[in-house]
């Protein structure tokens, strides 16, 4: 059964690199890992998403290892409006069912 | 462009009344999902569609049925709501399949529920 990891929540100060970490025990060989934003009242929304190694957009990295085992949201530099709760998605190997992480609690401090 | 949209914002039930959850999104796409989100458990997957006319389960879908009788909107129904199913309640819709290249999902800004 696919199941998945996230620290529950992370404290940071503006200006700071924040890394997330999301694993992920049994993912489908062929699918992406995909991050999503969520602020308090509103849906989540789409950071990046990744297959292997690295990607890099204008707001985030995503590094997943060769074993594809996990998965690393990096926000360089975050700000006050980065404060959110961040999850990851995937499909597991056996059920193909979507599972998302039970996500990350980021507040970041002035 | 709206997006996703989903009506109500809103809800309060009492135990055993049914009621339907619409959603609706003007991107043309093929996939559309329901979720719930509970404190403290993320989203889980109720049910989806992988185009008009067609739907599937997903991880917590007693209780619940759905219809996507148009491209363009997805059904959430409650045929006897229980105080189990106090959640928030958010629909997306995809492109192509979750997981693949590109294939974001768009949320909608979801329908608090509650059954008393």
């Known amino acids: 059964l696919a199941k998945t990891t996230q620290p529950i929540s992370m404290d940071s100060y503006e200006g700071q690199e924040v890394n997330i970490t999301c694993s992920h025990n049994?993912?489908?060989?062929?699918?992406?890992i995909t991050w999503y934003q969520q602020f308090p009242s509103q849906g989540p929304r789409f950071i990046i998403q990744?297959?292997?190694t690295k990607v890099t957009n204008e707001v985030a990295s995503l590094f997943i290892p060769a074993d594809r085992k996990s998965s690393t949201l990096s926000l360089p530099r975050v700000s006050l409006s980065d404060t959110a709760v961040y999850y990851c998605l995937f499909r597991g190997d056996s059920s193909y069912k979507l599972i998302f992480g039970s996500g990350t609690r980021l507040l970041v401090r002035p | 462009n709206a997006g996703v949209t989903q009506t109500p914002k809103f809800r309060v039930l009492k135990t055993g009344q049914s009621m339907t959850l619409l959603c609706a999104q003007d991107?043309?796409?093929?996939?559309m999902y329901w979720y719930r989100q509970d404190p403290g458990m993320g989203l889980r997957l109720i049910h989806y569609s992988v185009g008009e006319g067609t739907t599937a389960k997903g991880e917590v879908p007693d209780g619940y049925n759905v219809s996507r009788l148009k491209k363009q909107n997805f059904l959430l129904g409650l045929e006897s709501a229980a105080p189990s199913q106090t959640s928030v309640y958010f629909c997306a819709s995809s492109y192509g399949r979750t997981g693949g290249d590109y294939n974001e999902q768009f949320f909608g800004p979801g329908t608090r529920l509650t059954v008393l």
């Open positions: 049994n993912i489908a060989t062929n699918d992406y």
């Open positions: 991107m043309n796409h093929e996939y």
């Open positions: 990744g297959y292997k």
